[in-house]
């Protein structure tokens, strides 16, 4: 590990609370951005920009939208166009957009524009903007724009070890940028999932690496349409997130972003007809769990990789 010598940039407003005060500091590797719009980036709005890049760059070669709230994914969705990936997510959550942070893989052009002018958002972030989307934004003065000028691939790159202060001293760990790879899955129960079931796994699993332990995202047809973080337990995770699913759960597929060690979700998940699980493995109960899964005819794939985040 090396040694960290930071210069303050500029005093932020307040922090996450207005009796906080905050600033920026300098790192190593810093985003080529500007401010295209709206008043001056808050603390959390750093936040939630950093959140929802990360989850973009994930899926930076398709046209991908992701929406964030108080560091929290609140939806995700992949779509041959921006225009329909944003109508896959309103379908996911309309009621969510309050105050939200959205983040666009694409450029967002006037048509796109005219839409979200419409919402009542906070942030908006892409790597470009037509002109006359930009001229409509200036007429909102409460939605913020930025443009990230560095390719979105490059994100996950950046600040390559995480820092975290604590009463006991100061943890700085590298950063989680493990890949899935295909070829180290493990389906280990007797049903296979489908090739559209392995793709909402991968899509799902990616974003349960950025969100908070334990979590469970439920995903189908390449968005999300529940996700629960930060819960004590999966079973919890998982019967949440099911719970906020607007439409149908039904064949929907379930990623954890660790090791299940309970067979309440498995359970839980028949109950609400999903079909398929990913998940680490490697809990002393996973042949019972394999077994339970294969009473109810779910397919579990294993990774190997955790994503805990705390």
């Known amino acids: 590990?090396?040694?960290?010598?930071?210069?303050?940039?500029?005093?932020?407003?307040?922090?996450?609370?207005?009796?906080?005060?905050?600033?920026?500091?300098?790192?190593?590797?810093?985003?080529?951005?500007?401010?295209?719009?709206?008043?001056?980036?808050?603390?959390?709005?750093?936040l939630n920009a950093?959140?929802?890049?990360?989850?973009?760059?994930?899926?930076?070669?398709?046209?991908?939208?992701?929406?964030?709230?108080?560091?929290?994914?609140?939806?995700?969705?992949?779509?041959?166009?921006?225009?329909?990936a944003l109508n896959k997510a309103l379908d996911s959550d309309p009621i969510s957009l309050l105050g939200a942070t959205?983040?666009?893989?694409?450029?967002?052009?006037?048509?796109?524009?005219?839409?979200?002018?419409?919402?009542?958002?906070?942030?908006?972030?892409?790597?470009?903007?037509?002109?006359?989307a930009i001229e409509q934004f200036k007429k909102i003065k409460n939605i913020k724009i930025i443009k990230i000028n560095t390719p979105l691939k490059e994100i996950l790159s950046f600040n390559q070890e995480e820092i975290k202060q604590t009463p006991f001293g100061t943890l700085i760990q590298e950063k989680n940028t493990k890949d899935l790879d295909v070829k180290t899955f493990k389906i280990t129960t007797k049903k296979k999932p489908t090739q559209q079931e392995l793709e909402d796994m991968i899509f799902a699993y990616k974003i349960a690496k950025h969100s908070k332990s334990c979590a469970a995202i439920i995903a189908k047809d390449l968005r999300t349409i529940g996700i629960c973080a930060s819960e004590p337990n999966y079973d919890s995770a998982v019967e949440i997130a099911l719970n906020k699913v607007c439409d149908s759960p039904k064949d929907s597929i379930v990623a954890l972003d660790g090791v299940l060690s309970s067979k309440a979700t498995i359970q839980i998940m028949a109950q609400n007809r999903a079909i398929s699980l990913i998940q680490s493995a490697g809990s002393l109960r996973d042949d019972e769990i394999i077994k339970y899964a294969d009473t109810y005819g779910i397919s579990i794939v294993s990774t190997g990789i955790t994503h805990y985040k705390h």
Do not use: R
């Open 50 to 84: 950093t959140l929802a890049l990360e989850i973009s760059a994930e899926f930076y070669d398709v046209n991908a939208i992701t929406i964030v709230k108080h560091q929290t994914p609140v939806v995700v969705a992949l779509a041959n166009n921006l225009e329909n």
């Open 1 to 46: 590990m090396k040694t960290y010598n930071f210069s303050k940039i500029q005093n932020l407003k307040f922090g996450e609370n207005a009796h906080q005060e905050a600033a920026l500091y300098n790192c190593d590797k810093e985003l080529d951005w500007v401010l295209l719009n709206g008043s001056e980036i808050l603390y959390e709005d750093f």
């Open 102 to 132: 959205i983040a666009f893989t694409k450029e967002v052009d006037s048509k796109l524009a005219t839409a979200l002018c419409e919402m009542p958002i906070n942030l908006i972030i892409a790597p470009s903007f037509e002109e006359n």
